[in-house]
């Protein structure tokens, strides 16, 4: 057994940076990725360290810390020797760190290096692309100053459908699967008077429109799940070694991305009206994840407030025959339609939107934990799963509060500072100050940290202020 272990997950880049340093130091370490592994492991290092984050690393039988602790300890000269005196030492007389057996693996944790996706062909799918190849979209004028290019009319469609022979189920199944849209918004039937168009067409922004989605329609949850692992792969495969830079420009010109393209035009079809409330909200939180990183590729790194209120504004995708830009997901869905500095302080879906439907009945203020917005203050990504996806919510928000980036308590100035997500969002935490700091306290998990925050709020005069937000970003140069 090696004498250093590093627990990390997949995408980590301070887990990253930790094994880089690692390896200049020329120091050999056994790197078990608490992702591919039952919850044990994570369980087991939780009640071996206090933390839930990632990267915790051993010396021997000694929790040396994260990777901050780590490049403190090599840093300083005397603690450096005490650290290499440890490791020749030997270990000691406490508990070994878990090494899990390799046969206990969740088989499906790690996509490998080449990228799979098997499409199955849809026989309803290529009547749609036969209506796509056949001249009869045009554009019509929808008013006095507007127009929908590649449409047909209702009565148009059912006739081509007929000189193919098929009926009018399959026209229904058009519309079913999303793979023919109601110009103005997603239709249940087929009207002879109304106009439709294929759903890539319909949407040109999203950008996973560039193609109609061919495949038969899959469990929208899987196929979230799916795609957040196959990002999460590539964003490890061109994260640089020190972790602090993501080579999306190599991203995007790797034989994986268009595996991933693929993967993507999928979401078209999908269907999401009928999920549950635990399935929606991971299924949204992975979505966002996503096209963050595919925005970040196709437009690049977005600059000062402007570019960043146009990035998160206009990067889109279609999902089952409606357009979703990453605000619309994150303010409309997610928070429950509340409005915010993105979305300038307006309502994000208006009442009479075709997708308020689907928004959640309540904000789960945990989110802002699990969204990466591609900044270097935001979250770390981790893939989340409807059946799981209250106790994943959590030990993400754990793993973040001990950060220094989102929670500093100093008792001798009785002072604490908070992540500037609880200035932006005070609405989803709590109505007064003392009810936001109420709520970071109860999903404060790092036992250290908490009785320090207790002892301070018991405290009267205690100052609140705001972390600096670091929207540096963290695209190669």
Wanted: proline share 5%; charged share 25%.
């Amino acid at each position: 057994m090696s004498s250093i272990v590093v627990y990390s997950i997949v995408g980590c880049p301070h887990c990253k940076a930790a094994k880089q340093r690692l390896k200049e130091e020329k120091l050999q370490f056994v790197d078990v990725s608490v992702d591919r592994f039952p919850p044990s492991v994570r369980e087991w290092v939780r009640a071996k360290t206090g933390k839930t984050s990632v990267p915790q690393i051993f010396f021997h039988d000694r929790h040396l810390g994260g990777n901050a602790e780590l490049q403190a300890v090599l840093d300083d000269p005397q603690q450096r020797e005490e650290a290499l005196a440890l490791l020749e030492g030997g270990p000691g007389e406490g508990e070994l760190p878990l090494m899990p057996n390799p046969s206990e693996a969740i088989e499906d944790a790690d996509p490998g290096d080449d990228l799979e996706f098997v499409c199955e062909e849809d026989e309803v799918a290529k009547v749609a692309r036969k209506l796509e190849e056949s001249g009869l979209l045009a554009t019509h004028r929808t008013g006095l100053f507007s127009s929908s290019p590649s449409s047909i009319m209702g009565a148009a469609l059912t006739s081509f459908l007929e000189e193919q022979g098929v009926g009018a189920g399959v026209g229904q199944a058009l519309l079913d699967t999303h793979l023919v849209v109601g110009v103005g918004g997603t239709s249940s039937s087929l009207l002879p008077n109304s106009l439709y168009t294929p759903a890539h067409l319909l949407h040109p922004r999203g950008l996973n429109n560039a193609a109609m989605a061919e495949c038969k329609v899959r469990d929208a949850d899987t196929m979230a799940r799916d795609l957040r692992k196959v990002v999460l792969k590539l964003f490890a495969d061109y994260l640089s070694e020190d972790g602090r830079t993501v080579d999306y420009k190599g991203m995007g010109a790797s034989a994986n991305w268009g595996k991933f393209l693929l993967m993507a035009t999928q979401l078209q079809r999908v269907s999401i009206e009928d999920m549950s409330e635990a399935t929606k909200l991971a299924f949204f939180i992975n979505i966002y994840n996503v096209l963050v990183i595919h925005g970040t590729v196709v437009k690049g790194v977005p600059g000062g407030l402007i570019q960043r209120y146009k990035f998160f504004s206009s990067t889109c995708y279609t999902i089952g025959g409606h357009l979703w830009s990453l605000n619309d997901i994150e303010n409309g869905i997610l928070r429950s339609n509340r409005s915010s500095m993105a979305t300038l302080y307006r309502t994000p879906l208006a009442t009479s939107d075709p997708r308020t439907p689907l928004i959640l009945p309540s904000a789960d203020a945990r989110i802002h934990f699990a969204l990466n917005c591609g900044a270097k203050s935001c979250p770390p990504i981790k893939t989340f799963s409807g059946e799981e996806v209250e106790e994943q919510l959590e030990v993400a928000t754990a793993a973040y509060l001990e950060g220094e980036d989102a929670l500093v308590v100093d008792a001798a100035r009785r002072q604490i500072k908070l992540s500037m997500l609880f200035k932006w969002y005070a609405v989803d935490f709590g109505n007064t100050r003392e009810e936001v700091l109420a709520w970071v306290l109860k999903h404060l998990a790092d036992p250290s940290k908490k009785k320090v925050m207790e002892e301070v709020m018991k405290e009267e005069g205690v100052k609140v202020s705001y972390i600096a937000y670091d929207w540096g970003n963290n695209g190669k140069e």
